[in-house]
């Protein structure tokens, strides 16, 4: 028997991260060939997925719904290679930017086990598996979150760890439910159910549960804490893959199981436009750049689900490509600044935006990265985050709904504001005391965020190619 | 089960809803208290309530063996609380450590 890609994007993490916590003194090592690895399986499997769209494998041959099937199609795929890849550029960023010992001991099986349980997200095709891996991910996402060790990041973690359980108990009690309704848990079983008042009310606690777990308005209130407090590649990680997970059942499932109401659908972009309205405010608020970036990935979070409702109930069926053009922009794009802001902090010492352009120290390939991010999130063409945006408000004008037009816009222009704070001190040059240019503060740690700024805006250019990738396979059509 | 008509009080319901007053008790737990030892045995109701919806799930009456699925279920839910547990403790320690160092 070969091995099978999709065997291999899931084991290969899990195996390494064991490793890399049996072997402390190399797991540096052993996690880059692990996350190499995973890279290689979801290349290929991409590969098969472009050759024959959708893959399914159903695992010791038995058949769901008795059995455990793993599936891969192009949005699957377009996840997976997401994280695959962002996961490798921090991964390489963190091998320089973790100094303690302990850090470095701890951060390589956390961050490989999460690799597991994000790839067991993206290929699972039911609903208990999901839950198990939403556990896993969150587990491990507690342990990145206070791997600082600091007061504050250990509080914050603790609260995450609440809101985290407790999301993922509503999403087993609905579990419970759909399993009381229909005997069976898998996909296609929902797919074939029969809308009913009680499937309603199911789908109804796992997606809450599952907003609580992306952090969306007026459920975030765990999430700023959590990720300014963590060091660097840990935010990266958690901001730009973490809350993608949750995320990814959301729109897996509301797909398959149709949401019942009209109503419901505004609701959920309602709430997407608080995220956007009050995340730019706290975003204008914040003292500390790092608390800024997290509140900025509220207000990302909230613009998804935006493009989610965008055109109602009957857009959904094109409504959810917007949604992941823009989980897959802000994903590359997050990570980037957070490493960015991470090594500014690194260079300068501290992270108070006020202060920023009165250091000596001018780390300029970070501040110049972070500039490329933030052009991707504010939206600016040709990046992938402005083709997010674009067809979110296309999709909403032919639909008619200009309200959605209007907070994008003034989500855009919010972000413009407190993306401009941070900039302008950046382009400052007046205030500086000591003689300029004595050190540029540039390190090899800034290669990966460079790398993945220059990617969220290059990958604009891809645009069409990803939108037809993710659509092979019929993720959401009548094909199960 | 027909509305205007009151519904029989079998075992699997009386299960079922005293699973659901579990969950909602734990909820309310969760989201009310501010003790954090309080909260994680709040969040242990609620999967305490959890795993008695789905025991309900695989009853199917006297004659009939029980289906073994949601005991599996079960199992595994009650395996990854253990888990999460045993860290939201450590950290509620780890925390209450840094505390009173920082008190002294």
């Known amino acids: 028997m070969t091995l099978d890609p999709m065997i291999l994007a899931l084991f290969a993490p899990l195996f390494g991260a064991v490793a890399a916590f049996v072997l402390p003194r190399a797991a540096g090592a052993v996690g880059l060939v692990a996350v190499l690895l995973t890279c290689g399986a979801v290349l290929a499997l991409a590969r098969q997925v472009l050759a024959a769209g959708a893959v399914t494998l159903e695992l010791g041959g038995w058949a769901p719904p008795m059995g455990i099937a793993l599936r891969a199609d192009g949005l699957g795929v377009a996840m997976l290679a997401m994280t695959a890849a962002v996961g490798l550029l921090v991964s390489v960023g963190a091998l320089d930017a973790l100094r303690e010992a302990r850090q470095r001991q701890y951060f390589w099986p956390l961050w490989l086990l999460l690799l597991t349980g994000m790839n067991g997200v993206y290929l699972g095709t039911d609903i208990f598996n999901l839950y198990v891996m939403i556990e896993?991910?969150?587990?491990?996402?507690?342990?990145?979150?206070?791997?600082?060790?600091?007061?504050?990041?250990?509080?914050?973690?603790?609260?995450?760890?609440?809101?985290?359980?407790?999301?993922?108990?509503?999403?087993?009690?609905?579990?419970?439910?759909?399993?009381?309704?229909?005997?069976?848990?898998?996909f296609a079983g929902l797919i074939a159910a029969e809308p009913s008042a009680a499937l309603s009310a199911a789908l109804a606690l796992m997606i809450v549960g599952l907003l609580l777990k992306t952090a969306l308005f007026p459920l975030h209130f765990w999430l700023p804490a959590a990720h300014a407090n963590a060091t660097a590649?840990?935010?990266a990680l958690l901001s730009g893959l973490v809350v993608k997970a949750a995320l990814y059942i959301f729109l897996r499932l509301t797909t398959h199981v149709p949401l019942p109401d009209e109503i419901l659908v505004?609701?959920?972009?309602?709430?997407?436009?608080?995220a956007v309205l009050w995340g730019g405010v706290q975003a204008l608020r914040a003292e500390r750049l790092k608390l800024l970036v997290a509140w900025s990935t509220v207000v990302q979070i909230g613009l998804i689900f935006i493009a989610f409702?965008?055109?109602?109930?009957v857009g959904l069926a094109e409504s959810w490509k917007a949604a992941a053009l823009l989980i897959l922009a802000h994903g590359v794009a997050k990570a980037a600044m957070f490493l960015a802001a991470g090594r500014i902090r690194d260079e300068v010492g501290?992270?108070?935006?006020?202060?920023?352009?009165?250091?000596?120290?001018?780390?300029?390939?970070?501040?110049?990265?972070?500039?490329?991010?933030?052009?991707?999130?504010?939206?600016?063409p040709p990046s992938l985050g402005f083709i997010g945006k674009w067809s979110l408000m296309e999709g909403a004008m032919a639909a008619g709904y200009w309200h959605w037009v209007a907070v994008t816009m003034i989500g855009t222009l919010l972000s413009v504001a407190y993306f401009s704070r941070v900039?302008?001190?950046?382009?400052?040059?007046?205030?500086?005391?000591?003689?300029?240019?004595?050190?540029?503060?540039?390190?090899?740690?800034?290669?990966?965020?460079?790398?993945?700024?220059?990617?969220?805006?290059?990958?604009?250019?891809?645009?069409?190619?990803?939108?037809?990738?993710?659509?092979?396979?019929?993720?959401?059509?009548?094909?199960? | 089960m027909m509305f205007g008509t009151m519904p029989q009080l079998t075992p699997d319901l009386i299960y079922g809803v005293a699973g659901i007053a579990v969950f909602a008790i734990g909820l309310v737990g969760a989201l009310c208290t501010q003790d954090r030892l309080r909260r994680v045995l709040a969040l242990k109701l609620c999967s305490v309530g959890a795993g008695f919806l789905l025991v309900v799930a695989a009853w199917r009456g006297p004659p009939a063996a029980p289906d073994p699925v949601p005991h599996a279920l079960v199992i595994t839910g009650i395996?990854?609380?253990?888990?999460?547990?045993?860290?939201?403790?450590?950290?509620?320690?780890?925390?209450?450590?840094?505390?009173?160092?920082?008190?002294t």
């Open chain 1, 309 to 313: 409702a965008r055109a109602g109930q």
């Open chain 2, 79 to 103: 395996v990854v609380m253990v888990s999460a547990t045993a860290v939201a403790l450590a950290l509620i320690r780890r925390l209450q450590t840094l505390e009173t160092e920082d008190d």
């Open chain 1, 136 to 186: 896993v991910i969150a587990l491990a996402a507690v342990g990145l979150t206070v791997l600082s060790g600091t007061r504050e990041a250990v509080r914050a973690g603790l609260e995450y760890m609440y809101a985290s359980i407790l999301g993922a108990l509503l999403f087993l009690m609905g579990v419970g439910f759909v399993y009381l309704q229909l005997g069976r848990l898998d």
């Open chain 1, 233 to 235: 590649p840990a935010s």
């Open chain 1, 266 to 274: 505004t609701l959920i972009g309602a709430l997407g436009a608080g």
């Open chain 1, 350 to 380: 501290h992270d108070i935006i006020r202060d920023l352009d009165r250091a000596p120290i001018r780390p300029t390939l970070a501040q110049f990265t972070f500039a490329l991010a933030a052009i991707s999130l504010i939206g600016l």
């Open chain 1, 423 to 480: 900039l302008a001190g950046f382009l400052r040059f007046d205030r500086v005391r000591a003689p300029l240019g004595e050190h540029q503060g540039w390190a090899l740690a800034d290669i990966a965020p460079l790398t993945l700024a220059i990617s969220a805006i290059s990958l604009g250019l891809l645009a069409a190619p990803i939108l037809s990738f993710i659509e092979l396979g019929y993720p959401f059509g009548a094909k199960p």
